[in-house]
């Protein structure tokens, strides 16, 4: 127990989010940044790097199953993804519950997030590395999507705010680097934080999707752990009609998938991309900006 011990994170200028430590369960500088892992009454298990939120036990099945299973089930036929980040593994075991998924690659930068997970994360990521489908590559993001030539369906990027190493995996070159591995019909997903809090994020992923993709959007989901109103999940395609597919086709494919979640609905899939106003607004600005 370490009574009276906090954990600030002051990732909003103005806003300084407070969690109680009650044991330290993991800290090292890894040589990419500064890990910490540690319990909180409320949340569980706490993932820091650099003072910021990762993800939480107690909410990651929110992020993990929209990240995962709308893009997949938007469409309908994916064989082979990619995840960049995500080294928890956590969105990993959601993508590899879609049994028509035969190749899972996954890229992250650190491969000391992925290590101390193995540990500490089993609770929503056991079985991901023993699955033959599933293939880790402990790289750069932004140079492996320049060098490979392997060919993905959905790309999902699964990254930190856009500082430090996650601030290339914003860039229109890395955007241009993931459509080009893009299968025809494909589709990338990208975290793009708190738009009541981070508007330029969105407005400038926006815009540099509209340079690149057909159609650029975004949809949205209610995660405790991410202060500050909805998080917005980037969307970027040349096939506009998968951000639109009806809710009984979803309704189907979820049913003939045969797994549980605990957030995720085929429902709140269409209803992820009827946006508030004022992140409607953030998205237009974005693509009127092209």
């Known amino acids: ?93 959601e993508v590899l519950k879609h049994k028509t998924v035969e190749t899972l690659a996954q890229v992250e930068i650190d491969g000391s997030v992925v290590e101390f997970s193995k540990e500490h994360f089993a609770d929503f990521n056991a079985g991901v ?22 060919r993905f369906d959905v790309v999902i990027v699964d990254s930190t705010d856009p500082h430090g190493p996650g601030a290339v995996l914003f860039s229109e070159e890395f955007y241009r680097n993931v459509h080009r591995c893009l299968t025809p019909g494909g589709v990338l997903v990208t975290q793009n934080g708190v738009p009541f809090l981070q508007r330029g994020e ?31 999940l980037g969307w970027a395609s040349d096939n506009a009609d998968l951000r639109k597919v009806p809710v009984d086709v979803l309704k189907e494919r979820f049913e003939k998938a045969d797994f549980q979640t605990r957030y995720y609905t085929s429902d709140v899939h269409a209803a992820a991309f009827a946006l508030p106003r004022f992140i409607l607004d953030a998205v237009e600005e974005g693509r009127s900006r092209a």
């Open 1 to 93: 127990m370490n009574d009276g011990l906090t954990f600030n994170e002051v990732l909003y200028p103005g806003v300084q989010v407070s969690y109680r430590c009650d044991q330290i369960l993991y800290q090292e500088k890894t040589e990419h940044q500064d890990l910490v892992l540690f319990t909180n009454p409320v949340f569980g298990k706490v993932l820091m790097l650099d003072g910021v939120t990762q993800v939480t036990t107690a909410d990651e099945f929110i992020y993990h199953e929209m990240m995962s299973h709308v893009p997949l089930f938007a469409h309908g036929a994916a064989r082979n993804v990619l995840i960049v980040g995500g080294g928890d593994c956590g969105l990993a075991e």
């Open 202 to 232: 969105l407005v400038t992923s926006l815009e540099r999707f509209s340079r690149i993709y057909k159609d650029s959007a975004a949809y949205v989901a209610a995660i405790p752990t991410y202060f500050g109103g909805h998080m917005a």
């Open 129 to 150: 590395l023993e699955d033959n489908r599933f293939e880790l590559i402990i790289a750069d993001g932004m140079k492996f999507m320049a060098e490979t030539d392997r």
